[in-house]
């Protein structure tokens, strides 16, 4: 597992949860916010900024709401053990307030820590040459406009040059070249941002040992309409492309049509042809087979774009997954209801 503690999360734990203030530039925790009510938190690895919530807070009426950055903790209790750990660290921007029963009720909006490198456009002519290490240059790139900590694990270097649109934001043009060489952000609980390969290993293991992390209730979906079957790219006078003709059922052999993937002059890994590109973009499409969407009880450090491996035949889970988006709810227990694709 990859998170740490001596709390056994496939037992019996209670929660309570809290709201502080985060501390910049140190941002560690600072402050209480007295008056939080409720809270909550979704995250979904197709969307540029990863993760958003909203909040309400009540407070005096004298009081004027402000912007911050937050950290939603949870104060877990099993037994004589209690421990302290982040779920979700953004920033929260006031909104709509209403005066009930001698008190300011404000509606928080809250917003992933990558919101200024998507509001921060690339300047004209803005490109990658050749050879750059671009996990470096992804970390340059976000810590110029951010407040969060921002690390690489590892690095790559890019095959040939990558031009970007003025129009577009610094975020959108971190994650063209992310979703080119395969490669994501992770924004952790803390709200430490993370350039980083895909996960190959599991970082929950869903068994009969801890079966009661599960909701019972799941939902599959074994045929995906979008999934692509022939991808296309061309770089210059050069065009490569690649078709699925294998037995699964979204690829061109089984459905007798294209579902087309078209890029123009796309990031690649050093020493990576056109053809060994659109080789391997095809192939991690082919690697997503269906989706199960479930409940489960929340643990520590486990987010969208890490797999959770199932294993308990008694509801159908027998597979890898990997989370592709996530809803959590806080209250008297901690729970997360779950969308992930199933991984050959």
Same mark, same amino acid.
């Given at each position: 597992?990859?998170?740490?503690?001596?709390?056994?999360?496939?037992? =019996?734990?209670? +929660?309570?949860?809290?709201?502080?203030?985060?501390?910049?530039?140190?941002?560690?925790?600072?402050?209480?916010?007295?008056?939080?009510?409720?809270?909550?938190?979704?995250?979904?690895?197709?969307?540029?900024?990863?993760?958003?919530?909203?909040?309400?807070?009540?407070?005096?009426?004298?009081?004027?709401?402000?912007?911050?950055?937050?950290? @939603?903790?949870?104060? %877990?209790?099993?037994?004589?053990?209690?421990?302290? +750990?982040?779920?979700?660290?953004?920033?929260?921007?006031?909104?709509? !307030?209403?005066?009930?029963?001698?008190?300011?009720?404000?509606?928080?909006?809250?917003? =992933?820590?990558?919101?200024?490198?998507?509001?921060?456009?690339?300047?004209?002519? %803005?490109?990658?040459?050749?050879?750059?290490?671009?996990? %470096?240059?992804?970390?340059?790139? /976000? =810590?110029?406009?951010?407040?969060?900590?921002?690390?690489?694990?590892?690095?790559?270097?890019?095959?040939? +040059?990558?031009?970007?649109?003025?129009?577009?934001?610094?975020?959108?043009? $971190?994650?063209? $070249?992310?979703?080119? @060489?395969?490669?994501?952000?992770?924004?952790?609980?803390?709200?430490?941002?993370?350039?980083?390969?895909?996960?190959?290993?599991?970082?929950?293991?869903?068994?009969?040992?801890?079966?009661? /992390?599960?909701?019972?209730?799941?939902?599959?979906?074994?045929?995906?309409?979008?999934?692509?079957?022939?991808?296309?790219?061309?770089?210059?006078?050069?065009?490569?492309?690649? $078709?699925?003709? =294998?037995?699964?059922?979204? !690829?061109?052999?089984?459905?007798?049509?294209? $579902?087309?993937?078209?890029?123009?002059?796309?990031?690649?890994?050093?020493?990576?042809?056109?053809? %060994?590109?659109?080789?391997?973009?095809?192939?991690?499409?082919?690697?997503?087979?269906?989706?199960?969407?479930? #409940?489960?009880?929340?643990?520590?450090?486990?987010?969208?774009?890490?797999?959770?491996?199932? #294993?308990?035949?008694?509801?159908?889970?027998?597979?890898?997954?990997?989370?592709? !988006?996530?809803?959590?709810?806080?209250?008297?227990?901690?729970?997360?209801?779950?969308?992930?694709?199933?991984?050959?």
């Amino acid at each position: 597992m990859s998170y740490q503690g001596n709390i056994d999360w496939g037992s =019996s734990v209670s +929660h309570k949860w809290r709201l502080v203030v985060v501390n910049q530039p140190t941002w560690t925790d600072g402050a209480v916010v007295s008056g939080a009510m409720e809270v909550s938190v979704t995250r979904d690895r197709d969307g540029d900024l990863l993760e958003s919530g909203s909040a309400t807070i009540a407070m005096g009426i004298e009081e004027v709401p402000n912007e911050f950055i937050g950290r @939603i903790e949870v104060l %877990a209790e099993q037994g004589i053990t209690v421990e302290r +750990h982040p779920v979700s660290t953004m920033r929260f921007i006031p909104g709509r !307030s209403i005066i009930h029963a001698g008190r300011k009720v404000v509606d928080y909006d809250c917003f =992933s820590v990558l919101r200024p490198a998507d509001t921060r456009k690339m300047e004209a002519g %803005a490109y990658v040459p050749k050879g750059t290490d671009g996990a %470096a240059w992804i970390v340059k790139m /976000l =810590s110029e406009c951010m407040r969060a900590p921002v690390s690489a694990t590892g690095s790559f270097m890019l095959t040939e +040059h990558y031009d970007f649109d003025g129009n577009s934001s610094r975020l959108a043009s $971190v994650w063209e $070249v992310l979703n080119s @060489i395969g490669w994501c952000l992770r924004v952790t609980e803390l709200g430490e941002v993370v350039v980083m390969p895909l996960p190959t290993e599991p970082a929950l293991i869903l068994d009969n040992a801890n079966a009661s /992390l599960l909701d019972p209730e799941l939902e599959s979906d074994d045929c995906l309409a979008d999934t692509v079957n022939y991808w296309v790219a061309v770089d210059g006078d050069n065009r490569a492309e690649a $078709v699925d003709y =294998s037995d699964l059922p979204t !690829s061109f052999a089984q459905r007798g049509y294209y $579902v087309e993937e078209f890029e123009e002059s796309p990031a690649r890994l050093d020493g990576e042809t056109l053809q %060994a590109y659109v080789n391997r973009r095809l192939e991690e499409s082919m690697s997503v087979v269906g989706t199960r969407t479930y #409940s489960r009880a929340w643990v520590p450090d486990v987010l969208p774009f890490d797999i959770v491996r199932g #294993s308990i035949a008694s509801v159908g889970l027998n597979c890898d997954m990997r989370i592709k !988006s996530q809803t959590l709810t806080l209250g008297a227990s901690a729970m997360v209801s779950e969308v992930s694709e199933v991984i050959r």
